[in-house]
């Protein structure tokens, strides 16, 4: 089994900037595999960022540009710099992971707004 807890969520201005944290309960680097996903009010959840055991990193053609996904295998933990934002990217932020049943955390919120 895994768990995941993400933080960092809240409010920001549009053009701010956040960064979220997904820590693990499991080694990410054994795990190999770690993504973030949003959803927004009344809409799908969708992939926003990825990144590999061989720190390969893939993006939502959305945010691409503007979010960075990262990792410190040390403190089992994976971040989401998240810059330029806009209202648009208002949703509950979930971390995720193939491990090898899925999993998912409980979410955290980002709401941009002036």
């Known amino acids: 089994q895994v768990q995941l807890v993400e933080s960092g969520g809240g409010l920001v201005q549009p053009g701010g900037s956040l960064r979220l944290s997904c820590a693990a309960s499991r080694s990410i680097f054994s795990i190999g595999n770690m993504q973030w996903y949003r959803q927004a009010p009344g809409k799908q959840r969708d992939f926003v960022a990825g990144i590999s055991r061989d720190d390969s990193k893939n993006y939502a053609d959305s945010v691409n540009g503007r979010f960075t996904i990262s990792s410190d295998n040390a403190k089992n933990t994976v971040f989401l710099q998240m810059n330029s934002l806009t209202p648009d990217d208002t949703a509950v932020y979930y971390c995720?992971?193939?491990?090898?049943?899925?999993?998912w955390g409980v979410g955290t919120l980002v709401t941009v707004s002036s």
């Open positions: 995720h992971t193939w491990a090898p049943m899925e999993y």
